[in-house]
């Protein structure tokens, strides 16, 4: 180990738990870690790992516990009971939850004296390490600057504020787009599948699109912040005679249209709204408004 690198604790060795483990492993830090089931430490106890047999023998290894467990009912099971050897320390939380969960979890902290920072993972298991994949944190500074080279081992390490739900919050919005995003990509290769297009020649064609359209949510997100939706590129009226195309292409070749007559009703609902003039940017309102439209 590498005298100069502060000990870190990880509770919770699930897939992603044995991950950032491994990376800090592997980076020179003194890693303690405990898991309800032990014998799931023992790949990392071999490549150096301190097992520890309590979570409060856990806790009181290291000046920052990172905590990754299956949810937060977990987390307070494990916690609550040794909430008092958490005095002083720094607790990086990166249990997947909600930002009401998170703000409870910081205020538990503060209860204890612990500082508190939340965060959310925006990768798999294989991706930990890489300073490529985003590691979102919310919630104290001080912790997060105090520990930055540890957090930036394990990925680039982005903190959205002081508001602890804020990385919760953002890790739900990134992968409702990324779920948006993949299926579209999925729909439109049943598209041109069923013309015996294979995915592999389609995909190179969607990636590239993918950069125009990042192009676009660059254009409008100042729009949005703003409330004011020039029409001056596309507006919402172009992009419904446009979506008939898709949705008739799709249903005579059997491809199932759900997600884009969802789309679409979401267009007719920003237009009968008065934006049919106004650019894609609008339909927000009527996100933001269920009721608006209907």
């Known amino acids: 180990m590498q005298s100069d690198r502060p000990a870190v604790t990880v509770i919770g060795l699930g897939s992603m738990g044995s991950a950032l483990a491994a990376v800090l492993l592997e980076r020179g830090y003194e890693t303690t870690v405990w898991n309800r089931s032990a014998h799931r430490a023992q790949p990392l106890v071999d490549r150096g790992a301190r097992l520890a047999a309590t979570p409060e023998e856990a806790v009181a290894a290291s000046p920052l516990t990172v905590a990754c467990v299956l949810d937060y009912e977990v987390l307070h099971a494990v916690l609550d009971p040794v909430a008092g050897c958490l005095a002083g320390k720094a ?55 105090d520990h930055r080279a540890t957090l930036a081992s394990l990925g680039d390490p982005l903190h959205l504020g002081t508001d602890p739900g804020l990385a919760s ?27 015996k297009t294979p995915a592999t020649a389609f995909t190179p064609v969607a990636i590239r ?86």
């Open 91 to 145: 607790l990086v939380n990166l249990t997947s939850g909600s930002p009401e969960q998170a703000h409870e979890a910081a205020a538990w902290a503060r209860s204890h004296a612990a500082d508190y920072l939340d965060g959310a993972i925006m990768t798999t298991p294989p991706g930990v390490g890489s300073p490529e994949m985003m590691f979102l944190y919310s919630g104290s500074q001080a912790v997060f600057d």
């Open 169 to 195: 919050l953002y890790d739900a919005a990134l992968l409702g787009l990324m779920w948006s995003t993949m299926t579209g990509w999925l729909h439109g290769t049943a598209l041109v599948g069923a013309e």
């Open 209 to 294: 699109w993918l950069t125009a359209v990042a192009g676009f949510l660059t254009t409008y997100a100042p729009q949005v912040d703003t409330g004011r939706y020039p029409g001056d590129d596309a507006t919402v009226d172009v992009q419904i005679a446009a979506i008939d195309h898709l949705i008739h292409a799709a249903a005579a070749r059997g491809i199932d249209n759900a997600l884009p007559e969802l789309l679409k009703s979401a267009m007719e609902r920003a237009k009968a709204t008065g934006h049919g003039s106004d650019s894609y940017a609008s339909v927000i309102e009527v996100l933001k408004n269920p009721a608006a439209g209907k």
